[in-house]
């Protein structure tokens, strides 16, 4: 069994995906060990407190924020660490150090809407004002250029009629997000499995 690590900022409604996946078996080769959020007030938090797992705080603000967060993942052994709804950026020795190991759920088709400056709600806004007829989400290993890593997968999504920016992030979360976060996150891991146990 994979241990993961998931770090989060918001709401939590990827993190409580994943969760639901493990649960449903969609997810059957890894177990998510830790929660770890940058931002206090996180319901993401409250999420993983109620599934009964670890629920840790590290505050973006803290002067040693990156070198903690290293320190927890480091002493929990992880497999992989999910960003899910992160929105810090992580430096180029934090993400060398877990090279390989690290995945993101970016709310776009990349390399349409992504980059600095592109997250939550904004990369909505930005598809709208572009006039997109298709937008969706994408998953994708994570280096040191923001949104820069090698596609997993990607999954497209209608942009309707009269859509807010509201309304567009829902759908795209319900339809594309929520299915293929889970389900990367499993294919990795299953693979990973075989290759350990020489299958
Ligand atoms: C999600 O739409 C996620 O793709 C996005 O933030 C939202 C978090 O929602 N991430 C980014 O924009 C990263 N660049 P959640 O907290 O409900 O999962």
Same mark, same amino acid.
């Given at each position: ?94 993400? &060398? ?73 829902? &759908? ?26 020489? &299958?």
């Amino acid at each position: 069994m994979k241990k993961i690590a998931v770090l989060v900022s918001g709401g939590g409604t990827n993190l409580q995906a994943i969760l639901d996946a493990e649960k449903s078996g969609i997810i059957k080769s890894a177990k998510v060990v830790t929660v770890i959020s940058d931002s206090e007030g996180a319901f993401a938090l409250t999420r993983a407190e109620k599934a009964g797992v670890e629920a840790v705080c590290i505050p973006k603000k803290s002067a040693d924020f990156e070198a903690r967060l290293i320190g927890l993942l480091d002493e929990k052994n992880v497999d992989l660490i999910v960003l899910a709804g992160f929105l810090s950026i992580l430096s180029s020795e934090f993400t &060398r150090h877990f090279e390989g190991k690290i995945i993101n759920i970016h709310p776009s088709l990349i390399p349409s809407f992504c980059g600095k400056g592109f997250y939550g709600l904004r990369v909505h806004q930005a598809a709208l004002a572009r006039g997109v007829k298709l937008t969706g989400a994408t998953v994708h290993y994570v280096n040191e250029i923001p949104d820069g890593g090698r596609i997993i997968a990607q999954k497209a999504v209608e942009v309707l009629p009269g859509d807010t920016p509201e309304a567009l992030q829902q &759908r795209v979360m319900k339809e594309a997000e929520h299915v293929i976060l889970p389900q990367a996150i499993e294919d990795i891991c299953s693979v990973d499995a075989a290759e350990s146990e020489g &299958r």
